[in-house]
């Protein structure tokens, strides 16, 4: 069974790495996230770049150099600001148009101040369409107090899922704390899917144990009411969660092996259109 992080962050512009890591000491280069996912038993990842980048060049010179770095087992996901103007969304399509390495791309509503439904977005959608490209948006809390969640709730996803039906969407981060809200968007849009990333708090945070059974049982009720597990990926949001910690959130979900099997890595590959045999793993022979 081949097993699918769909959401790492590795970049030299990430936030404040000793106070938002799940570990301050964290190894925060390609050998440390593969030995990570060696012990987590995770096969291949999706590293999304972040908007602070300073331009999607730098961006996605980065994300090959991780690539390579890895043998290919992490998968770039580029991303641009819309609020940077039309001519910046213009640019990053005109560079991912050249690039066939990109397995997605990645937007940060909340984080900056727009919806996903901002018409300035409209030629990334129709780019995402015809490469067969689906589009990862940030939905719920963020990292930075300074981020304005009205742009991230769920249901401003309904809109452009519904004007765009063929183009697959991910909903991150199960839409927390609007859970329900985003299981609701991913029943009603068959191009929507949920990853499990970035659910739960720093692990000093008090009664840790107890918000991961509290957030597997939200997990649990959210597939539930969705009815199924065929458009639920498994995430991290590694650094900031550890991943043995986000894998065994949905390895104890109280459901069929089978559907366990499809969230932690057969859903993905689908989606991303990744291989199905898993890459050697570093130190394996």
Known sequence: ???VDTHLHLTRWWPDLARTAYRADLDFRPEGLLAEMDAAGIDLGLVLQIHEAPSADAALAESRAIAAASAGRLRPVGTVDPTRGEDTVRAALALWEADATIAGIKLFPGYRPFYPHDPRLAPLYEFAHRRNLPVLVHQGDTLD????????????LDEVAVRYPDVRFVLCHFGNPWVEEAAEIVYKNENV???TSGLLAHPSAPYFARMVE???QRLLSAIVSIGSAERILYGSDWPLEELSVAVGLVDGLDLPAPDRARILGE????????????RARTGSS
């Open 1 to 3: 069974m081949v097993r």
């Open 145 to 156: 107090r300074g981020g304005q969640v009205k742009f991230a709730r769920p249901i401003e």
């Open 193 to 195: 899917y949920a990853d």
């Open 214 to 216: 509290q957030c597997r």
């Open 267 to 278: 859903n993905a590959v689908r989606l991303f259109r990744l291989p199905e045999l898993p």
